[in-house]
């Protein structure tokens, strides 16, 4: 052999052994269960670890930069220290730092420190890989807490328990000590030493930010909890009683008028009493009820704007009652939409896990129903001025690790209307890298005799005074639908593929979730491949792409699209994405009396071009912009034009605890030469964090709409500028996510042809109060 060759067997050689070695080592940690050790005392959540307080615990340390990065050596040293009380599970970070000066921290709220120096665990209390629980901590003690679902593949910070934390910055880096009540947890208990799946994990943001954590991640393993370490003991452990009983106070007093009125002020008064009941039944099964509830949102939704589109707006929910382990009702299908609720004088949810088990209901009237209508062309929002009952039920059984299989039933009813859903479902592992979720869904529905006329122009009498919404709600009987729906992954360290079916006949409706469209099946395929790097400028790079068909039950076809993408990840936590698509699909219908597609809409043919852009430069700045030019149908005219829109957004931070959020969505629209519209949204919040517990914020909102009427087909259903603008100073003092003091102030008011000012039509003042009173 010559020497090529040999250096060639040479190289192969060296990297097979490392391949093996790195292996062994993954396979070691994997398997190393770490004790907890019981103490018999509390300790002190000061911030500040002392060694005698610590001495009896068990010492981790992280090994590994786990993102951007495979698995290397991390630049800085962590260790934590673990134990536990029986009733409380103790945990003490020493984040080591050469240049301290550089750890960022912030003064924030709740939840909103994600970009910081950050410390935590991922705890599985089932060890069952389905749910955990996570706990992050800046270096100023300041709480992060949500819950990871890996049947659904979805994060969310709603949830809020109450815990303790404390830290501090030293001058080897920070400290952070934290005290997780175990009654916050669903877990098993029982005699004997328990096992939890648990991952101990650092943020590190400098010029890159990096994940380290005390396990090392296999990107060969989609499933990501599956992953996680274990620790072991709780023999004694006991939830206890777990009951929290929580008053709450609202008062307020606002007014509005009616501009195409008399615009007369109209005075309105809040004086409401109520009470939460938050019980842990048993360790594995949670009770919360509600009466008399104040269901009002104390912080403003993000604005969004709302210009040709057909489709209704999806705001988050926020209301806590509703928050509370709303994972335990996740299905493929939005088919639990709690904002559909919005004036309830009672509510009640259980939820649980027992053994393969887990499981929950909920139960709520509503003074009114509100839901959507939803189409293939679009979607509205209807109202049935009738007090409802709204019912959720899920459950579902783990076979196995590999295997689950859950059932949805939610029900709607007021007096001449209703809305029952039934559906199943289930998820298989069939290895690491595949995934195949299935669901199936059945519903049966009655709407009121009347309701299509909410939506005609004029009682449908002529064909031009009919909608979409009016042809899906004109029905005489109760009537019935299905959907379902496939989902195929397959995800590797390098490569990733994906197929999707998915079938919403016309009959189906889902009215206590968040179901848009019907009457349309789509397929798509789609995958990518993706590059890393490490000591280079540059940490990630994937290219990926789909295909997708759309087409009424009739086998019409609605809509045809391919796209590609790039996406770029790189230093000062940047990250770069170019995307092409070209699109064929209809626009409205000609005649809005049918719903026909073939031969009553024209299809139109866009292509289009948009990028991402963020980056954060140093810890006080962080810029984002979207981007997008190309074709776009002008529903209002049902023509094709040409769409411009950038949203770009800044958050600055001035200090400690000053930080001003300031996002701008710029659209615009030429039709034909011509300008057809300008649209510009402005939402600026701007938020000075006193101490852990306080905050001011004000929220200002203000977007402006110019239209070119002359280049409308029917200018006169169009105003040629509305103007709209919210403003809202909150005070807020959170001794835990239970008891809480708001006091605030907010206006808004609108401007339009008919109104040549902007003009104050609300404004209120508001004070809430609640109080947790825990056993």
């Known amino acids: 052999m010559n020497k090529t060759t040999w250096n060639g067997i040479l190289h192969m050689a060296v990297i097979v052994c490392g391949l093996a070695f790195s ?95 950050l410390i935590g665990v991922k705890l599985d209390p089932f060890n069952d890989s389905r749910l955990a629980y996570q706990f992050f901590v800046n270096p100023y003690g300041i709480q992060m807490d949500s819950i990871e679902n890996e049947m659904t593949k979805e994060e969310s910070d709603s949830w809020d328990a109450i815990w303790e934390s404390k830290g501090r910055i030293t001058q080897q880096g920070f400290e952070v000590e934290i005290a997780l009540p175990l009654r916050i947890f669903n877990f098993s208990e029982g005699k004997g030493a328990k096992t939890w799946g648990a991952e ?21 393993n989609a499933c990501t909890l599956c992953q996680l370490g274990e ?18 106070l609202v008062v307020g007093k606002g007014r509005s008028r009616d501009l195409d009125e008399s615009r007369i002020w109209d005075d309105s008064n809040t004086n409401e009493v109520g009470i939460d009941v938050n019980w842990g039944v048993t360790p594995e099964i949670s009770l919360q009820a509600t009466i008399n509830p104040d269901f009002s949102q104390v912080e403003s939704d993000a604005a969004q704007l709302s210009i040709n589109n057909t489709f209704a707006l999806f705001f988050d929910e926020k209301r806590p009652f509703f928050l509370e382990n709303a994972d335990y009702f996740s299905t493929n299908y939005n088919l639990v939409y709690t904002r559909n609720i919005g004036a309830p004088d009672y509510g009640a949810k259980v939820t649980g896990r027992v053994d393969d088990h887990t499981f929950g209901v909920f139960i709520a ?42 059932l ?41 005799d009347t309701l299509f006329k909410d939506f005609c122009d004029d009682n449908c009498q002529v064909k031009d005074d009919f909608s979409e919404a009016a042809m899906r709600t004109k029905e005489e009987d109760s009537f019935q639908g299905i959907a379902y729906q496939l989902n195929y992954r397959h995800e590797e360290r390098d490569w990733f593929f994906r197929y999707d079916h998915y ?27 993706i590059w890393y790097a490490e000591d280079s400028w540059w940490n990630e790079f994937e290219i990926s792409g789909d295909w997708d068909i759309h087409h009424t039950d009739n086998g019409e076809l609605l809509e045809k699209e391919s796209q590609i993408q790039f996406l770029l990840q790189a230093g ?63 529903f209002v005219n049902n023509r094709l034009g040409k769409e411009w829109t950038v949203e770009p957004n800044i958050t600055l931070s001035l200090g400690e605890h000053f930080e001003i959020d300031i996002e701008h969505v710029y659209s615009s629209m030429d039709v034909e030469g011509e300008r057809l519209y300008t649209a510009n949204l402005t939402d600026a919040r ?56 708001f006091v605030g102030y907010s206006s808004s008011g609108f401007e339009d042809d008919n109104v040549p000012n902007l003009t104050i039509t609300e404004q209120s003042i508001f004070m809430k109060l609640s109080y947790a009173w825990l056993n």
Not at 367 to 395: C, D, H, K, M, Q
Not at 511 to 519: K, Y
């Open 23 to 117: 292996y062994s080592l993954f396979a070691q940690n994997l398997d190393k269960t770490y004790q907890v050790p019981v103490i018999k005392t509390d300790v002190n959540i000061d911030g500040i670890i002392h060694q005698e307080e610590w001495a009896q615990a068990e010492t981790i340390t992280l090994d590994y930069v786990t993102r951007p990065y495979e698995n290397t050596t991390p630049p800085v040293k962590t260790e934590v220290k673990i134990m536990e009380s029986g009733d409380t599970l103790y945990l003490a970070f020493t984040a080591f730092d050469p240049k301290p000066n550089d750890i960022r921290a912030f003064y924030r709220d709740r939840d909103k420190v994600w970009s910081n120096d």
């Open 200 to 220: 101990f994990v650092r943020f590190y943001p400098r010029e890159t930010r990096l994940r380290i954590s005390n396990i090392p991640y296999d990107r060969n």
């Open 231 to 248: 620790i072991e003991g709780f023999e004694d452990a006991k939830q206890g009683k777990n009951l929290a009983l929580i008053p709450t």
């Open 365 to 406: 009237n509503d003074e009114n129903a509100t839901f959507l209508v939803p189409g293939n062309l679009g979607s509205s929002i209807a109202t049935i001025e009738e007090e409802s009952i709204n019912v959720a039920l899920r459950y579902r059984y783990d076979v196995s690790d590999d295997l689950s299989f859950g």
């Open 408 to 448: 949805i039933n939610t029900f709607r009813s007021a007096d001449h209307y209703h809305n029952y859903v039934l559906g199943f479902d289930t998820k298989y592992a069939i290895t690491h890298q595949d995934t195949l979720r299935i669901q199936w869904v059945g519903s049966d529905t009655e709407y009121p």
């Open 503 to 529: 079938a919403k006949r016309d009959g189906f409706r889902a009215d206590l979730g968040f179901v848009s469209s019907i009457d349309k099946t789509t397929d798509v395929i789609g995958g990518g491949y």
């Open 572 to 634: 000062m936590q940047s990250s770069f994405e170019l995307g092409f698509e070209t699109r064929d699909r209809v626009g409205l219908r000609h005649d809005r009396s049918i719903l026909a597609i073939d031969n009553n809409t024209t299809l139109f043919h866009e292509d289009t071009i948009w990028t991402y852009f963020d980056f954060r430069p140093s810890s006080s700045v962080y810029f984002e912009t979207f981007a997008r030019y190309g074709d776009r149908i002008d």
């Open 686 to 741: 701007l938020s000075y964090q006193i101490d852990q517990r306080q905050l001011i914020r004000l929220i200002l909102v203000y977007s402006d709409i110019e239209r070119n009427k002359a280049n409308y087909l029917d200018p006169n259903d169009i105003d040629a500028r509305s103007t709209d603008f919210g403003a809202q100073l909150l005070y807020s003092y959170k001794l835990n996510p239970l008891t809480k003091f």
